[in-house]
């Protein structure tokens, strides 16, 4: 038994049946024939108290490896309750950078167009007060919009594409609003008809929407050009003929335009390149990844 309990199994056969050899040697030698039935008895013994103890010492060690498999268990769960942890820390993260860019892409927009228009009404108050009475107009739409803009961030940050009417209409319906605010006048083309789902829609209006933003803020031009390839492969152009930047420049500065437009095309698979020079103009292109590249 001890040897069972200690040593390997067959290390403890093999010692049974040592010790029912020699116990047969032993007792042949001193009372014959007789011997065998003894042995037989002695060895049955033998056997049945080994595996006893083999039973037992198997059990032992099936104890011990719950024991570890409940303790290891139990280091999974923690590791898991961790990870949900720092997964809802995530979520509050990227909602917060969400609220960002949305309060960035739209309100933000509006609050620049209603400085323009004040200070413009400002200027012309003493010598043209007709004309100013008109920004003054302007100003109190431009108002309004700013409030129905906050109400439907508050109400539902993503607008569905049955209310928006998908991304084109979008479009359209954007251009419209930045020719009556901005003059801004925006050419559409668009080439083949390949669907894209809405969260695609969604993050192209919002990148086209940051891209126009920047050209009435900084390029100093009122024509811009929007181009969409709806056909493999897929991609979106927004193109100005404006004085341009320096990209390194604005990069190390950590714009919040250009980094919610990075951000917008990396959570749709989608990739952004941006080209412009001081002078040059710039074009910003968001491109449908191949598969294979996104999952790489």
């Not at 960002?100 to 108050?125: C, G, I, P, W, Y």
């Not at 991304?167 to 083949?192: C, F, I, M, W, Y």
């Not at 031009?221 to 193109?239: D, F, G, N, S």
């Amino acid at each position: 038994m001890l040897v069972m309990l200690r040593y390997s199994s067959k290390i403890g056969w093999l010692w049974i049946g040592f010790c029912a050899l020699l116990t047969l040697v032993v007792l042949w030698m001193t009372i014959g024939t007789e011997a065998i039935a003894l042995v037989l008895v002695y060895t049955a013994a033998n056997v049945f108290f080994g595996s006893y103890a083999l039973t037992t010492r198997r059990a032992q060690a099936a104890r011990i490896k719950n024991e570890t498999l409940a303790h290891d268990l139990q280091d999974a769960n923690q590791q898991l309750r961790d990870y949900s942890s720092q997964l809802a820390q995530l979520a509050v993260t990227r909602q917060r950078n969400q609220w960002a860019r949305e309060l960035h892409d739209s309100v933000t927009q509006t609050v620049f167009s209603m400085m323009l228009t004040t200070q413009s009404a400002s200027l012309l108050f003493e010598r043209d007060p007709l004309q100013a009475g008109a920004q003054l107009d302007r100003l109190s739409q431009l108002g309004q919009s700013a409030l129905s803009e906050m109400q439907v961030l508050i109400s539902e940050l993503r607008p569905d594409k049955e209310s928006q009417g998908g991304l084109l209409p979008a479009l359209h319906k954007h251009l419209a609003d930045r020719r009556l605010q901005d003059s801004l006048e925006v050419t559409l083309e668009v080439e083949g008809d390949q669907a894209l789902n809405p969260d695609e829609e969604q993050c192209l209006f919002r990148i086209a929407q940051e891209a126009l933003n920047n050209v009435v803020k900084h390029t100093d031009t009122k024509q811009a050009q929007i181009r969409l390839h709806m056909e493999e492969p897929v991609w979106m152009e927004v193109i100005d003929q404006g004085q341009g930047f320096d990209l390194d420049r604005v990069e190390r500065q950590g714009k919040v335009g250009l980094q919610g437009m990075c951000e917008r095309a990396d959570e749709i698979g989608w990739a952004l390149h941006i080209t412009t020079s001081p002078g040059a103009g710039t074009c910003i292109r968001a491109e449908k990844m191949p598969v294979r590249e996104r999952q790489g």
